[in-house]
């Protein structure tokens, strides 16, 4: 029997429109990012499946014809991925040309590409291309950088370069090459780039742009939810945690279906969640916990299975890398039979594959065994579940994570692992989450056209949400809310607010207070931390505009946990994990008598979190990291104390007078305590003198 699993449940309308094409042979994502085909700086945010390879051949082949460019450099992170831009008979399905690329210059199917010390026949290759009169031309990111070294960014003049899995580039210009080489491309301004990513969060800690480069670019969104809203197969996704104890391979059949398609990966062998009995033991034991091992398939290499019911299972073990075997379940799962075919393989074993590119679209559970420090990662390992495909209603990725234990020398680790997931799984949430248009609250507000108010729709005297379900949108009026001034206020509102929620709950003593710390004011969470944040990451925004977006950023997150917290006050003790998102806003909404910015700022927007994470795991470890916790809070930091300081001025600007030590109100009390605090810090010279 499998255990229930802590999650976040969202289910989608299955209208079909991601799938329908138009009279061009295009989906919806691939003809909105083909109405901007004349820019010359292109970004396309689309989710994994959404057809980001095929919206690059419409737009490549148009720039070659229509626009004057001389070729086209398709460039992808692995070997593998090249296989996305084979040719495509595209007029067969209404568009005026074909996708054609002449095997010799489809460089990843080269011997030796992406070694050093074999890269000069791929450089050589590229430079044949460029004086050559073809026009297409496919590599790998590597030989792309090794190419660039020799021929120079003056070599590239006057043609489009394609940029397949963006966020593998970094603006780190000593760390990331191809960052380095993006940068110069960018500043001599004489070719054309179109970059394609399906994550979310551009670079988990160094952004792929800088912020000058990045404002040149045009940006095409497609959101999660218009891409599972549109399908017409796949009702409802899930993601959730499950905390275990011991060697993981002695609870995976907790959470293994084996009427499941399903992708495992196991974890890295240095990881500490592994067994250190070897990687292909612990491949061998889960297939032990999903049945009685029989033989292998001759011709696929898969492992044979019987269950416990009688049926088999075929499963393809990627983490044995013997030349012969690997070789032959790889071609097994590339083979046509593995997409025309449900029963064609039932379980993927993988460890550093089948993620990224990998597209089995009957996978229905993606199992990942430890944490994952990429927010790209994790969504890319989420992408290979949401593909949609015949009689596949659910989908779920479950991260299976080691449970704190007191008893552990590594304890504190675990207990950053944790805290590290559930940031992860809030982050999720907002990016599968319809998206949010905040509007602040006036007497002169209207309802938008195509949305829908709810029973009694829309009442000029309140604030009103509205949900727009073809485009997946809400529309939100909150009394209060600060609108943008700059050009960069809006854009990061309308765009980026997954971002700036992404380092927030990503902050680890931010996500640490607000998940155990039981005298936390949310406040401090949600006007200090996050107003950090916002500085931090846009330090050329005026104060006005970093409150804009400060604002923003702490609605979005809070209104989605508090939709999780609405609808799970319905539901019984067995699905109290789980919610629907969209019906909950309007309830959250409801419930209050004013949905306004002082609201959202009492929230904790960890506490919906805690309320699952005291369901998953052990009460007496659960107590254990609250304890480690607790016993880390510090005093205030001079630049803590500063930053409340400036906010009992805002305090004083608003009522006219300071905040009083003695308040009932705890966030004036710590308020008046943290400016004291400054003064105290200032009269002892800890600050710089202006």
């Known amino acids: 029997m499998t255990k229930s699993i802590p999650s976040v449940s969202v289910n989608y309308a299955q209208t079909g429109a991601s799938t329908t ?55 992808v992170p692995e070997r593998s991925i090249g296989a996305s831009f084979a040719n495509e008979p595209l007029s067969k399905f209404g568009f005026w040309a074909d996708w054609e690329v002449k095997p010799e210059w489809n460089l990843c199917n080269a011997p030796g590409v992406d070694d050093p010390s074999r890269s000069e026949g791929t450089v050589k290759a590229v430079r044949r291309f460029l004086e050559s009169e073809d026009k297409i031309l496919v590599c790998t990111h590597a030989t792309f950088r090794f190419a660039v070294d020799q021929l120079g960014v003056d070599a590239f003049d006057n043609r489009l370069l394609a940029i397949d899995e963006f966020h593998h580039v970094s603006a780190d210009k000593e760390g990331n090459k191809l960052g380095a080489h993006l940068g110069d491309f960018i500043a001599r301004d004489k070719l054309h780039l179109v970059a394609m990513t399906g994550s979310y969060f551009r670079g988990d800690a160094v952004p792929v742009l800088s912020p000058e480069d990045e404002a040149k670019f045009e940006t095409v969104t497609y959101t999660y939810y218009e891409q599972l809203n ?36 196991i974890p890295n ?41 009688g049926h088999i299972l075929k499963v393809a073990d990627l983490v044995d890398d013997g030349p012969d075997r690997h070789d032959k379940v790889l071609a097994a799962l590339k083979s046509p039979d593995a997409k025309k075919d449900r029963d064609h393989v039932d379980v993927i074993i993988a460890l550093g594959m089948a993620k990224e590119g990998f597209d089995w679209i009957w996978c229905e559970h993606a199992l990942t065994i430890g944490y994952r420090s990429s927010l790209t990662e994790i969504i890319q390992i989420i992408g290979r579940a949401t593909r949609d495909a015949p009689n596949k209603k659910r989908a779920r990725f479950t991260n299976l994570i080691t449970e704190p234990d007191a008893s552990e020398e590594a304890v504190r ?17 907002q990016v599968l989450a319809p998206k949010f248009n905040f509007t602040p609250k006036t007497s002169s507000c209207v309802p938008q056209d195509d949305f829908d108010y709810g029973e009694g729709g829309y009442d000029p005297e309140k604030a009103n949400v509205g949900f727009n379900e073809n485009t997946g949108q809400y529309h939100i009026e909150v009394k209060g809310l600060a609108e943008p001034k700059s050009a960069e206020a809006t854009r990061i509102c309308k765009e980026d607010l997954n971002e700036v929620i992404a380092a927030f709950v990503q902050d680890k003593s931010t996500i640490e207070r607000g998940l155990f710390d039981k005298e936390i004011i ?7 931390s996050m107003g950090k944040i916002v500085r931090d990451r846009f330090p050329d925004l005026d104060s006005e505009d970093q409150e804009v977006v400060r604002q923003h950023a702490i609605a979005a997150l809070n209104i989605t946990q508090q939709a999780k917290a609405a609808v799970n006050s319905d539901r019984s003790t067995e699905l109290a994990a789980n919610t629907a998102l969209i019906d909950g806003v309007r309830k959250f909404a409801l419930s209050v008598t004013e949905l306004d910015i002082d609201l959202i700022d009492r929230i904790n927007p960890f506490g919906e979190a805690y309320a699952i994470l005291s369901k998953a795991m052990n009460e007496t470890n659960l107590k254990q990291v609250e304890a480690i916790i607790s016993a880390k809070r510090m005093k205030l930091s001079p630049e803590e104390a500063q930053q409340y300081a400036e906010k009992a001025r805002e305090f004083k600007k608003q009522r006219g007078r300071l905040p009083n030590a003695d308040s009932q109100d705890a966030w004036e009390k710590l308020l008046a305590d943290g400016a004291r605090t400054f003064l105290r810090y200032k009269a002892e010279g800890k600050y710089e003198q202006n």
């Open 21 to 75: 094409s138009n009279e061009m042979g295009m989906r919806v994502m691939q003809e909105r990012a083909y109405e901007m085909r004349g820019e010359q700086y292109l970004l396309i945010k689309s989710p994994p499946a959404s057809g980001k390879s095929r919206a690059l051949m419409f737009i490549a082949l148009d720039k070659l014809e229509n626009q004057g460019l001389k070729q086209a450099l398709i460039i």
């Open 230 to 265: 549109g399908y017409e197969h796949l009702k409802t996704l899930d993601i959730g945690y499950y905390f275990y104890s011991g060697p993981y391979v002695d609870t995976v059949a907790d959470v293994l279906d084996p009427n499941e398609k399903t992708i495992v990966h």
């Open 269 to 309: 062998v240095n990881s500490r969640e592994s067994t250190k009995r070897g990687k292909t033991n612990e491949a061998t034991e889960i297939m032990g916990a999903l049945g009685e091992w029989i033989g292998k398939d001759d011709v696929t290499g898969f492992d044979l299975i019987k269950c416990v019911d």
């Open 413 to 429: 680790e675990a207990v950053n692992d944790t805290l590290k997931a559930i940031a992860a799984s809030l982050l999720m949430e």
């Open 522 to 528: 949310p406040e401090e969470l949600t006007q200090v």
